[in-house]
């Protein structure tokens, strides 16, 4: 009973995802590449603003690496969070029909997402090996960086959508906060340039290490800054393991709450 | 608790509340005020009231889905109560197939043993060939019925029904409804909620009465159903 339980819970989790990848593909004429074009769209247009804009045309091609490697991991992280905020919301039929546990809800997503993360992690990576640096055995680096950085999806997903039922307005706060934290996460820029006394204070936002690491795998040879690595990891473990708790403990309160 | 031997279900003095108001408000609204009943295996318990009397919080208190405030909802251990829920998590875009895997995921089933219903689903549901297309070509009927099929393949050890006798087209919906008595029939336990006295006393040998969210009356139905008529008759 019990391993069928789990069974059947991974069954949900993993069936619901592929049909939220199935319709992405299916509902629009251009299906799949849809996941590409939408970061090339992003780094264009960042390309034109902050390369050849603000920066005078001085980054040059190494700067279409920086911005690919930056956006492709932050958009796997605000797409899901979004979505996993609005989890327990969006189900709310589903949960006055059939019992469920629902922290599988906020999982759904995160499965979807980082499957799709992965499709267009390879296309970077062909990208760099091509107009950057061939492959070397430090690109092994980046499986330890990407579990952390799964681990960080995952914990602030779940976080998100344990509390939202309980106050919609957090679930405003996200969809608007998620602009500003994208400027905070150094996405287009290096953090690592920045003054000194400012910089600390960037690297309380997980992100920042995070994308300073999968760069500093990808773009250079060397190995990442492991502690700020293990931040990321710590920090999502904390809210997920905080997230898994709250959903646990009002497994069966979120039906009343939402109804 | 002795007396549970045979006893699947056991409600006693529970009360189901409504938080209403923002997250910090005290304020609550009692759906369910205090039901008392118990089921026993092979019964059909059918369970009558006006519309806002609780009937829907009580099944779902019943399938689990919430929590009793007050009072205690007793399941005998392993058993599994769920509502004849139609069409649950259908999507338009995946095909009749999948969507009865998912739905049957949905209601608790492994997808090895989803796929092995398959079969008698589509026969039940009369959709043959058309399972393998997407469910936004489905009629409306199909749709009933393919949803039907499922909730009978998820057979659940007790099955709370909320009034869907009524699915699908004519021809469908006696044949669907065939199918629950045959079910009932076969020992089936459930809990048949409904306004309409005379679905329930087709179906169930138990009544409970519910009013403003209370079991006013409860117990054998041709003793109930006399003092429920004389209730209403009453206002």
Known sequence: MAVSNWTNRFDIVWLRASAELHR????????????????????????????????GGE???????????????WKWFSTTVIQGAGSLLANRGLMQQVYLPKFLLPLIPVTSNTLKFLLVLVLLLVYVWIFQRPPGWDWLALVPVLLAALVLVTGCTLFSAALVPFAEDLRMLINNGMLLLMFLSGVFFNVAEFPEGVRGWFYLNPLVGLLEAVRAVLLSPGLPDWWRVAYAALFGGTLGLFGIVVLVRFDRVYPKRVA | MGTHDQCLLSVSSAGVAYPAGGVFSRHKHWALADVSFDLYDGEVV???????????????????????????????????????????????TLTGEENAVLSC??????????KTRLASIAEFAEIGDAMSEPLSTYSTGMRARLGFGVALAASPDVLLIDEVLGV????????????????????????????????????????????????????????VLPQYEAMVANG
């Open chain 1, 59 to 73: 980054g040059g091609g190494g700067f279409v690496g920086f911005l690919l490697a930056g956006l492709v991991v």
């Open chain 2, 168 to 223: 699908g087209d004519a021809p469908f919906r006696r044949k669907s409804s065939a199918m629950l008595r045959e079910r009932i029939a076969g020992g089936q336990s459930a809990i048949v909620v409904s306004h309409s006295a005379n679905t329930l006393k087709e179906l169930c040998s138990k009544l409970v009465v519910i009013d403003q969210g209370r079991s006013v009356f409860s117990g054998p139905m041709e003793e």
């Open chain 1, 24 to 55: 992405d593909v299916t509902r629009t004429y251009l299906g799949i590449l849809w996941w590409v074009i939408e970061p090339l769209l992003y780094m264009t247009a960042f390309y034109l603003i902050f390369a050849l804009g603000i920066r």
């Open chain 2, 46 to 92: 059918g369970v009558i009231g006006r519309n806002g009397a609780g009937k829907s919080t009580l099944l779902k208190l019943l399938a689990g889905i919430i929590e009793p405030d007050r009072g205690t909802v007793w399941h005998k251990p392993g058993v599994r109560a769920s509502l004849l829920a139609l069409q649950v998590g259908f999507l338009p």
């Open chain 2, 105 to 114: 995921v949905l209601l608790g089933m492994t997808r090895k043993a989803a």
